[in-house]
């Protein structure tokens, strides 16, 4: 199979590109600002088998301080994506998220709830799936994982619960959707969850990781207090958190 894949240079890209090309596929990795045109069209007339779009801004927290910076880049970039994509006959992914359950509540998630309308409103010309991630470990180094890690966290909410799932289980189930894009395009209206379906308390994890400070009861601006990931399709396919 051969893939071209935008954000590799990110987390969960490098994982995925290093997933696919150990199974014996090519990667091509998507060069340039994807939020012009310019270098989309690059690839045009070229033969790929599946594009995985997975460039964004990320992050609720930096979102509130750069909302204008969040909509440009996440929206622009994906209105190139489907614009490539409706030169394309090819198996099409891209990174939504498990905040857009919940889109009101901050900036980026807004954004990855416009990326889901951008690609619903252009349906059945251009057939693309989008992929709500939860919370995804053991992450980028501005996410809690990786913060309990080096000891740079100062507080726990008492009252948050995320659905944490291992990078590795995620390569695998983006491997599975590839594989049934047909079925799951037609069967989950273009838009499937991916965690392990299982929601735990921040705070138990915290304690895991020896996080001995502040346990708070304040809420935090525009997070979500509960994710879990409703798994049940992609189980019906033979995936299955490991």
Not at 105 to 128: F, G, I, S, W
Not at 171 to 195: L, M, R
Not at 197 to 214: C, I, Q, R, W, Y
């Amino acid at each position: 199979m051969r893939i071209l894949m935008t954000g590799t240079e990110g987390m969960i890209g490098r994982n995925l590109t290093a997933h696919f090309r150990r199974n014996g596929d090519t990667v091509v990795e998507f060069i340039g600002d994807c939020t012009q045109t310019r270098y989309w069209e690059e690839y045009v007339g070229e033969k790929f088998d599946a594009v995985i779009h997975l460039a964004a801004f990320a992050g609720v927290r930096p979102s509130f301080e750069n909302p204008e910076g969040y909509y440009y880049n996440n929206t622009r970039c994906q209105e190139n994506f489907l614009n490539y994509a409706s030169k394309m006959s090819t198996t099409l992914l891209y990174a939504s998220s498990s905040n857009a359950h919940e889109w009101w509540l901050n900036p980026y998630a807004a954004t990855k709830k416009m990326n889901e309308c951008q690609a619903h409103q252009l349906r059945p010309a251009v057939r693309a799936i989008g992929m709500r991630f939860h919370t995804v470990f053991p992450g980028r180094p501005d996410m809690l994982f990786r913060k309990l890690e080096n000891k740079e966290v100062t507080y726990i909410n008492k009252h948050h619960y995320r659905d944490f799932i291992h990078v590795r289980d995620l390569c695998e189930a983006i491997e599975t959707i590839v594989n049934n894009f047909d079925k799951v395009y037609n069967d989950q209206d273009g838009v499937v969850d991916i965690g392990t379906g299982h929601s735990t308390p921040v705070a138990e994890v915290a304690k895991l990781m020896g996080f001995d400070g502040e346990y708070i009861e304040t809420e935090a601006k525009g997070e979500r207090k509960h994710t879990e990931a409703n798994i049940k399709y992609l189980l019906d396919l033979g995936w299955t958190p490991k």
